[in-house]
């Protein structure tokens, strides 16, 4: 499994950005798929998952502001991110979990600064 983040970049506080995680390979193992984020100096943060039902849980920080979501014609999961704070700041990542294994995307970089 493959998975490509994109999307990431520059946004003022209380703009919106779009994440997008294209998955490739054998995605007919995957339970559930996460975004994942990390700002300097913290640890690694699981933001928002999706399984193969689109039931959805959120991190109680971005509740309310994120949603992901899955494209199956596209073969992407998608973040949103709404409202944004200073504190969003950090490098997301996608991930896609299987019964044996967890597989990482390289990170997308988001900035919220004005």
């Known amino acids: 499994v493959q998975l490509q983040a994109s999307g990431g970049g520059l946004v003022q506080p209380g703009g919106s950005l779009r994440l997008s995680c294209a998955v490739s390979?054998?995605?007919?193992?995957?339970?559930?798929w996460d975004w994942y984020r990390q700002a300097p100096g913290k640890e690694r943060e699981m933001v928002a998952r999706?399984?193969?039902?689109?039931?959805?849980i959120y991190a109680e920080a971005v509740k309310g502001r994120f949603a992901i979501s899955r494209d199956n014609a596209e073969g992407t999961v998608n973040l949103e991110m709404n409202s944004l704070k200073p504190d969003d700041a950090a490098v997301y990542y996608c991930?896609?979990?299987?019964?044996?294994?967890?597989?990482w995307g390289q990170g997308t970089q988001v900035t919220v600064s004005s």
């Open positions: 991930t896609a979990r299987s019964r044996n294994n967890r597989y």
């Open positions: 390979g054998n995605t007919l193992s995957i339970i559930y």
């Open positions: 999706i399984d193969t039902h689109d039931s959805a």
